[in-house]
Every structure is written in structure tokens, then in C-alpha cells.
């Protein structure tokens, strides 16, 4: 049987080496380092076998204002890899919908390049308020795309029919299933590199403050404006929380929320079809 419609592996495997280094020049403390990583994946489901090679850059620096107020500034470039059931190359048809997925195993990384600037002012012990402003240029965004009303491959046609939802005689069996080798009728998703370039942009407040007692309080917000739907991305993003700890042990209760996101592309022109959230 055709491994793209029953269980899979992904094997991916990473090598490398970094370099780093600290200077101090009066208040200012500067980190500089570079990193190369060669990455190798293959799986069963699918013949590709892909290794990519990436060299990343960063630099941190940090200025001592006074002892309880720092200004920082950092650049780095950074890959981001697939999900890995991404890269199986599995397929899932749902007969009933017309519809199939597909796994993309040509599927290559995200590439970031990212500049943070920041300052922290530590008003107590283990106490601050900070605040960052950032930007980041992401080049081979990982994207769903979902083709409508297309004719599926025979290849994969052929997968979708061994659904025991065609078995006339089977437990499964339901007319209703459109049939897979049906021109003009499926919808097809699968996963690929984005040829456009997404510029995000936006800032983050966080704020910690603990008593004498142990108890403290953490407290973040975040915004991200960006030039077009990033998936997985809310707007704006809160989390609050409370805590206790001493020298045997702690408690903390913490709220996470965030606007709705989308994870996929819009569908029969309905632009929230895979939205998620708020949350």
C-alpha cells in the first residue's frame, strides 16, 4: 500500500557550529556571533531527501545607563523549519467535502531577520518595567494554499479511492462520497514557500513586581502590525499573572488571551474560514 495515507516518519537531522564574542567598551557591553547549520530531512512517505545549509549572524549590544536602567539593540538572522508532519507527504482526503490535503515534503524553511530595540528599568529586586520595539523581514513564509474546484493528479486520486468509504459492501460505504477521479470537483490544500516577503513591526510592554513576602505580580502586552495576514499571528496578545515563591516551593496562576488568528488561507471567499480565537 501507498505509505502517503497510513502512518509516516520524518527524520530530520542538524549539524553545526557558533562562534562568539564579548566586548566591553566603557558602559557598552557587545555580543557578536555567527552560526552555520546544515540540515538533512527525509521520511518514508515520500522519495525527497533535502539538505539545506544556512549561516546566521547576530549582534547584541547593551548600555549600562545607570545601574537600574539598560538600553539594548539586537540583530540576528534566524531559519524557522517546517512542521514536520509537513514534510510526510501524507495525504487526507475527505470524500464527503471533496477535499484533500497534502503534505509538501519540498517544503524548505523560513528565513527571519530580526531587529529588537529595548529599555528596562529595574526599580526594585527582581523587579522591572521594559519595553521593546521590533521588526522582523520573514523571506519563505510557510503558507496553505488551497486550490477549488480542480481535478486531483491519478496519483493521487488513486490514494483517495482506497478510502473504505467507496467499499459498497463495507460498514463505511456512503454514496454521497464524490468520487475521486471527478474533474473540476476537489479542493486541494498543501503547504509551500511564499514568494512574497512579510514585514512585521510592533512593540511589547512586560512589567514584574515582587514583594518582600514572595508574591509578585507578571504582566505582559504585545502588538503586531504587519503588511498582510500572517498566519498564527494575533494583533494584540495579554498576559497576566500572580505568584508565590519561597525557598521550597511556589504557586502561580496565570491568563493568557489573545485576538483571533488565521491558520489557512480564506475558502469559497470567506475570509474567517480558518480563522481561530479569539482566545
Same mark, same amino acid.
Given at each position: 500500500?501507498d505509505t502517503?495515507n497510513?502512518?509516516y ?7 553545526g557550529?557558533?562562534?562568539d564574542a564579548?566586548?566591553f567598551i566603557g558602559d557598552v ?6 552560526r ?8 518514508n ?7 539545506y ?16 536602567l ?7 538572522e534566524?531559519v524557522?523549519?517546517p ?5 510526510t ?5 475527505t470524500?464527503?467535502?471533496a477535499?484533500?490535503s497534502i503534505?509538501?515534503?519540498g ?13 528596562e528599568?529595574?526599580?526594585a529586586?527582581?523587579?522591572?518595567v521594559?519595553i ?5 523581514e520573514?523571506t ?6 488551497t486550490?477549488q474546484g480542480?481535478?486531483l493528479?491519478?496519483a ?9 468509504i467507496y467499499?459498497v ?5 456512503d454514496?454521497s462520497?464524490? /468520487?475521486?477521479?471527478k474533474e %473540476?470537483?476537489w =479542493?486541494?490544500t498543501? @503547504?509551500a !514557500? ?5 514585514n512585521?513591526k ?5 512589567a514584574?513586581y ?5 508574591i509578585?505580580?507578571?504582566?505582559n502586552?504585545t502588538y503586531?502590525?504587519?503588511d ?6 494575533s ?10 515563591e519561597?525557598?521550597t516551593w511556589g ?8 485576538? /483571533?488568528?488565521?491558520t489557512? %488561507?480564506p475558502? =469559497?471567499?470567506n475570509? @474567517?474560514? !480558518?480563522?481561530t480565537?479569539?482566545?
Amino acid at each position: 500500500p501507498d505509505t502517503r495515507n497510513g502512518n509516516y516518519f520524518v527524520t530530520e537531522e542538524t549539524s553545526g557550529f557558533y562562534v562568539d564574542a564579548d566586548y566591553f567598551i566603557g558602559d557598552v557591553i557587545i555580543n557578536a556571533g555567527v552560526r552555520y547549520v546544515e540540515t538533512t530531512v527525509s521520511g518514508n512517505a515520500s522519495d525527497l531527501k533535502e539538505t539545506y545549509d544556512n549561516v546566521l549572524p547576530a549582534i547584541n549590544l547593551t548600555y549600562n545607563v545607570t545601574e537600574d536602567l539598560l538600553l539594548r539593540a539586537a540583530w540576528s538572522e534566524n531559519v524557522v523549519r517546517p512542521n514536520p508532519q509537513s514534510l510526510t507527504g501524507q495525504v487526507s482526503g475527505t470524500p464527503i467535502n471533496a477535499s484533500v490535503s497534502i503534505a509538501n515534503p519540498g517544503v524548505g524553511p523560513e528565513t527571519v531577520n530580526s531587529f529588537d530595540l529595548g529599555a528596562e528599568w529595574y526599580f526594585a529586586d527582581e523587579s522591572y518595567v521594559g519595553i521593546t520595539y521590533f521588526q522582523k523581514e520573514i523571506t519563505d513564509a510557510i503558507t496553505s494554499f488551497t486550490a477549488q474546484g480542480v481535478t486531483l493528479p491519478t496519483a493521487i486520486a488513486d490514494i483517495v479511492a482506497d478510502d473504505p468509504i467507496y467499499v459498497v459492501d463495507g460498514p463505511s460505504y456512503d454514496p454521497s462520497a464524490v /468520487d475521486p477521479y471527478k474533474e %473540476g470537483a476537489w =479542493d486541494m490544500t498543501t @503547504s509551500a !514557500n511564499s514568494s512574497e516577503i512579510d514585514n512585521i513591526k510592533g512593540f511589547e510592554i512586560a512589567a514584574r513586581y515582587v514583594t518582600e513576602m514572595g508574591i509578585g505580580i507578571d504582566a505582559n502586552y504585545t502588538y503586531i502590525d504587519s503588511d498582510d495576514i500572517v498566519q498564527g499571528l494575533s494583533e494584540n496578545a495579554y498576559n497576566l499573572g500572580v505568584f508565590y515563591e519561597n525557598d521550597t516551593w511556589g504557586a502561580r496562576l496565570f491568563l493568557n488571551a489573545r485576538d /483571533d488568528y488565521q491558520t489557512g %488561507g480564506p475558502k =469559497d471567499g470567506n475570509e @474567517s474560514q !480558518n480563522n481561530t480565537g479569539p482566545t
